[in-house]
Each structure stands twice: as structure tokens, then as C-alpha cells.
């Protein structure tokens, strides 16, 4: 158990529709990262945010979008869904916001799948 | 920009051979890490290396850091089934302090017993 939790554990849903995953992170860590990883693709970096701001973006659709709250948890919200959205979805959490010795302790995941 | 590439794609291999994966980056790396996904699973992270030239062992892996610290490389002795899954290596956005990871593609590990 890394310590991150993410809910749901799995959502299916219909194009078109919105849906919100929820990461909290490790206890301590400001540092909040998510990643699509469709079936045989590695991980694609998607946001983080530090402390509750925006500090690096990935290949994030402009459909998609995530912010992080004032107790940590963060929540990315997918919206306008297409087939192709359909992967697993993880956040991570790392304590400081100097990355060259942080390590990431990634959430079991939130399976999405689009039909 | 910054790529971490990652070679095979896929190993397949029979219980008891060892197996090696390659992670090259286009930059020089301040560290890299390495993770293991098991099938189903998440990243769980392995280890980091700092050091030029730095080997470091698990009990059958060994992992090593490139003189250059552009390149690593991961073996694995006498493979056994629990070591299935998809092994990552990672490195650090370069000159930042942003904390974000660039993650090779991977490889997939399967062992036939």
C-alpha cells in the first residue's frame, strides 16, 4: 500500500459525459502527478500540482482538467469523453517540490472506460 | 524535448534465464529510477541512482547508472514468474525543479516456467 488513494476504482461511463477521479495523496506529500496509461502504452504525463498550484503540464487534452485543493486531494476531471479516453488513469504523490531525489508513490489507479 | 527511451518493448523469456532492459535519455540525467508495474497493478518504485558509474543490487537485480548518466540498465538473474510485469525507468526534468518524471515506455517481462 503506497499511501495515495484514488476513487473510483472503476467508472464506466458514455461518450459525451463528464467524470471526476479523486486522488489524496500520501500524508505530507504537496506534490500531486497524473498519468493516462492506456492498454501497452507506458505512462503519459498528464499534470501535477505542487501545494495547490499548476507546475507542469503533459500531453493534457484541453478537455481534460485537474486542480488540487486546500487539503491536498487533487481531482481531474474529464469531460466531452471519446472512446479513446478509455485507459487507466494514476496519480502519484512525491513530497518536495525539488524532483532530482523525489521518488513517486502511485495510487492503485481509476479504470475508465468509455463506451 | 527531454525523451527517455526504453529497449525491448517486450522480453519473453523462460524461468531461469536472465533478462536485461536498457533505458537510454537524450540528456544527462541528475538521477534515474527505476519501477516495476506488476499486471494490474501500479508503479511501485525500485531504486535511484545518483553516481556516475553506480551499481547497486537487489538480491537478483542489478541496476546500473552509465559513466555519462545518460544511459542505465536493469538485469535480472535466474528470472522467476514473480518477476513478471513491466519494468519503467524514469528520469528528472532536466535543470528543473518541478519534480516531474520522464518515464520510458517500458518493458513487459513475461517468464514462462
Known amino acids: 500500500d503506497s499511501g495515495v488513494t484514488q476513487t473510483p476504482k472503476h467508472l464506466i461511463t458514455a461518450t459525451g459525459q463528464r467524470v471526476t477521479l479523486r486522488c489524496s495523496p500520501r500524508?505530507?506529500?504537496?506534490?500531486v502527478y497524473w498519468y493516462q496509461q492506456s492498454l501497452d502504452q507506458g505512462l503519459q504525463f498528464l499534470i501535477q500540482?505542487?501545494?495547490?498550484?499548476?507546475?507542469a503540464k503533459g500531453n493534457i487534452l484541453e478537455r481534460f482538467s485537474a486542480q488540487q485543493f486546500p487539503d491536498l486531494h487533487s481531482e481531474l476531471n474529464l469531460s466531452s469523453l471519446e472512446l479513446g479516453d478509455s485507459a487507466l488513469y494514476f496519480c502519484?504523490?512525491?513530497?518536495?517540490?525539488?524532483?532530482?531525489?523525489?521518488?513517486?508513490?502511485f495510487g492503485p489507479g481509476t479504470r475508465l472506460t468509455v463506451l | 524535448g527531454q525523451q527517455v527511451m526504453q529497449i525491448p518493448q517486450y522480453q519473453h523469456v523462460q524461468e531461469g534465464e536472465d533478462f536485461t532492459t536498457y533505458c537510454n535519455s537524450s540528456?544527462?540525467?541528475?538521477?534515474i529510477q527505476w519501477y516495476k508495474q506488476r499486471p494490474g497493478g501500479h508503479p511501485v518504485f525500485l531504486i535511484q541512482?545518483?553516481?556516475?558509474?553506480e551499481v547497486k543490487k537487489q538480491k537478483r537485480l542489478t541496476f546500473q547508472f552509465g559513466e555519462a548518466k545518460k544511459n542505465s540498465s536493469l538485469h535480472i538473474t535466474a528470472t522467476q514468474t514473480t518477476d513478471v510485469g513491466t519494468y519503467f525507468c524514469?528520469?528528472?526534468?532536466?535543470?528543473?525543479?518541478?519534480?516531474?518524471?520522464?518515464f520510458g515506455r517500458g518493458t513487459q517481462l513475461t517468464v514462462w516456467p
Open positions: 524514469a528520469g528528472p526534468d532536466r535543470g528543473s525543479t518541478l519534480g516531474r518524471l520522464y
Open positions: 502519484a504523490s512525491s513530497t518536495r517540490l525539488a524532483g532530482s531525489t523525489d521518488t513517486q508513490y
Open positions: 540528456t544527462t540525467l541528475s538521477n
Open positions: 541512482l545518483v553516481k556516475s558509474g
Open positions: 500524508s505530507g506529500d504537496l506534490s
Open positions: 500540482y505542487y501545494n495547490g498550484e499548476e507546475r
